[in-house]
């Protein structure tokens, strides 16, 4: 891979993020795997960024806040979706970031009360 400049390839990642985005808003899997493949490429490319070109810290620092700020973003619509999945099919296996199974915690099915 051809060095990049670093705002150029922070600009990726973060229109990459965008777009994984608006495919969890959408709600549609196949749209949020298809965001997978460019948020991958996009974050290679950060391992090729040409550290010669760091010559404005400024504006670099305020693209990777924003670039920060839809990663958050991804997570809390990813995190929202999972919940929402656990309510829907509470049955279901469903994994972690990580990749790992999470673990249920199964609760009485009645309801304590006290007359």
Known sequence: MTPLNAIDAIERVHAALTGL????????????????????????TLATIDHASLTD?????????ETRLALERCRSLGDSSAHMLEA?????NSY?????????????????SQV
């Open 21 to 44: 985005a608006k495919a969890l808003e959408s709600g549609q899997p196949d749209d949020v795997l298809a965001a997978e493949r460019p948020l991958a490429d996009a974050t290679g």
């Open 57 to 65: 810290p400024v504006h670099l620092r305020a693209r990777l806040l």
């Open 88 to 92: 829907v099919h509470p049955d279901r």
């Open 96 to 112: 972690e970031r990580g990749g790992q199974r999470r673990l249920r915690v199964i609760g009485p099915r009645s309801v304590n």
